[in-house]
């Protein structure tokens, strides 16, 4: 087997250059048949994974060492290339909400060992979206939200990504930007068609179509949420008050029963289309996007990985 890795050592603001480090060693040392590229610009590991997918290597796996967004653009990469070859991944970032779920390790010769001990591919559920304003067909790994939770990453990262790393759900940056975003974030229209069932909200807060339990770092928005269900999580919470978004907000983060709230609205779907009224901001795996309306189709694709 060959690994391809593709690292951005400013993940995790910067910690990524150290478990790059230690995974080079690894490598080095047990001598694996690798390569290695350094990104050099933001969005530079989509263009990397889809060169090296294109080289159509026989039994490769391109390997993303960073965060969410890292891997998303590795996921983009491999996804537009005719070759769909199996994802590693070494987690390096801020949040590693797809690493928490599949319980890979935060110690790089860890998360190493079990990539290299891995012996066939895993198929696991990805998500695609197709903007019906540009046409345009995007991947992810993690979720897609438009509203309160993206307008929350914007302010992380226009804030630096040096500080990303203290953005954990612990910390005061982030409890008073959530708190601040509360009272900023103004309900938008949104409508949803899922099957033959249209739904249209008037005064939508949150909107979150995801593959996985987390997003945020280790928020459990999608108890539910499986890789191997074949389907994503839609979690819309409606615009309210701030006593009640305060209870929701504490079941969220203790019990995770804030799926059965009246102002929360729950559905597991191979396929959706939603339309926003306003222009908001939407992340996708923690990147930030908009503010913008949006008008998308969305669904479940499954993708090789290599863990
Ligand atoms: N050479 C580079 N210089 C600056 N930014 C880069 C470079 N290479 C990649 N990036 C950008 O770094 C950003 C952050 O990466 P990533 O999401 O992997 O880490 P993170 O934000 O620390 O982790 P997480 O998403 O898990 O919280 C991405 O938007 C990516 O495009």
């Keep these: 087997m060959k690994y391809f890795f593709i690292v951005n050592r400013h993940a995790g603001a910067d910690r990524s250059a150290n478990v790059w480090d230690e995974v080079h060693q690894l490598l080095v ?24 997918a294109d080289q159509e290597e026989p039994d490769s796996v391109v390997v993303a060492v960073g965060g969410d967004g890292t891997l998303l653009e590795v996921l983009n990469g491999v996804r537009n290339s005719k070759n769909h070859l199996p994802i590693g991944y070494i987690p390096a970032g801020s949040g590693n909400d797809f690493a928490r779920q599949l319980e890979i390790s935060a110690d790089p010769t860890m998360a190493m060992q079990r990539m290299v001990n891995t012996r066939e591919a895993r198929p696991l559920d990805i998500g695609a979206s197709l903007s019906r304003r540009d046409g345009m067909v995007r991947y992810f790994t993690n979720n897609i939200g438009i509203g309160f939770d993206a307008k929350i990453v914007h302010k992380a990262n226009t804030n630096g990504k040096s500080s990303l790393s203290k953005w954990h759900l612990e910390s005061m940056a982030y409890i008073s930007a959530i708190f601040q975003t ?30 996985i339990e987390y997003f945020g770092g280790g928020v459990g928005i999608a108890p539910k949420a499986s890789l191997t269900d074949g389907k994503l999580d839609i979690v819309l919470a409606e615009k309210m008050t701030t006593p009640k978004f305060v209870q929701l907000f504490a079941q969220l983060v203790t019990k995770g029963t804030h799926l059965d709230r009246p102002e929360v609205f729950f559905r597991q779907v191979e396929r959706l289309k939603l339309v926003t009224g306003e222009a908001e901001y939407m992340q996708v795996n923690g990147e930030s996007f908009g503010p913008s309306r949006y008008d998308l189709e969305v669904w479940v694709e499954q993708q090789d990985f290599w863990m």
């Design 182 to 211: 509360l009272f900023q974030q103004k309900g938008f229209e949104f409508d949803l068609e899922i099957d033959d069932e249209k739904f249209h909200f008037e005064n939508m807060f949150l909107a979150s179509i995801t593959n």
């Design 29 to 52: 040392q047990k001598k694996i048949n690798f390569d290695a590229v350094e990104t050099e610009y933001p969005q530079h590991a989509i263009q990397l994974a889809r060169d090296f």
